[in-house]
């Protein structure tokens, strides 16, 4: 098992590397720092002279190993538009992604897994239709839509939910204002989640059905049925645990791309998290700002990668042997 962390954390390590290059190319090769730093009104000699004096004159390879330098010291540059390390705006603006993420993932847990299971068990009543119909609606109904009409019903018709941003906060520690912890804040925090959920559950529904209907049909659990098991047991102890499997590894994926794509819904909800940050950085050409992004969301996505990968070879002895040959 030790060999097997080792490999997914080199790995890790190795695809980190990649996505720094790409950032670093692109901000290499999106518009002009000097320009950036000291406007329009500085001569042409004296730009040289800054040119030359902050290395952009130097091999690309030099200029990557001094980036990638910085980086590992936790140095990405500084935001021009805020006029402070990209990073520490990062940090700000990420618990506010990462608490819409959270709570949408509770919402998910707590509807995906009863509903699947029951319209794996029983796939012919109409209730298991109905939640089936419901989640193709859902697939093809785009989030932005979906956050529009919440608007629309509990903010302009009925007047009960606010409309938009994050609410009264509380400070917790170092960056993190946490809307958590207030009842105006919880209910902020509401319609955003909603709408995230509406993308993300049919998915997990479906998911847990198909699993599940695939193992209530193997062997053992026929077996299990002829020893005389209870229903509830069979169900939920010998079937339910082999369902998990897929869906971790799925999970693991979703929730990587709901801390990076949670733009839409930010931007409708005008919540201040990364997906809002982002489309700022990119209507102002902040670039250093939309490399930290990518880095940072890249980040995540390689972590919770390699942390679903390990958890899935503790859950399944046969994901490291395969691994191993």
Known sequence: MFAFIIRRCVQAIFVMLIISLIGFSIQHQIGDP?????????SKKEREALREKLG????????????????????????FFYKK????????????????????SILVIVFSIPLGIYCAIFPKKWI???????????????????????IYIFSVKLGVMPSYGRGETVHIFGYWNSGLFTLDGLKHLVM????????????????????????????YIRFAWAKG???WRIWFVHAFKNTLLPVITVGGVQLGTLIAFTILTETVFQWQGLGF??????????????????????????????????????????????GRK
């Open 229 to 231: 098991l209870k229903p």
């Open 34 to 42: 000097i320009r950036d730093l000291v406007g329009i009104s500085v």
């Open 277 to 322: 940050l982002f489309v700022e950085a990119v209507e102002r050409a902040d670039t250093t700002l939309l490399v930290s992004y990518l880095i940072f969301v890249g980040f995540v996505f390689v972590f919770i990668n390699t942390f679903v990968d390990i958890i899935y070879g503790l859950v399944n002895p046969m994901v490291r042997i395969a």
């Open 192 to 219: 955003p989640s909603i709408a995230l959920t509406s993308i993300m559950l049919p998915l997990f529904v479906r998911l847990i059905r198909a699993e599940m209907m695939e193992v209530l049909e193997s062997e």
């Open 85 to 104: 390390p990209a990073v520490d705006v990062i940090l700000s603006k990420a618990p506010a992604t990462l608490e819409l993420v959270f709570v949408t």
């Open 128 to 150: 298991s239709r109905l939640i089936m119909g419901a989640s193709v609606v859902g697939v093809s109904i785009p989030v932005f839509l979906t956050a529009i009409m919440l």
């Open 56 to 79: 952009l004159n130097d091999p690309f390879l030099v200029q990557y190993g001094r980036f990638l330098k910085k980086a590992l010291h936790g140095d990405l540059g500084r935001s």
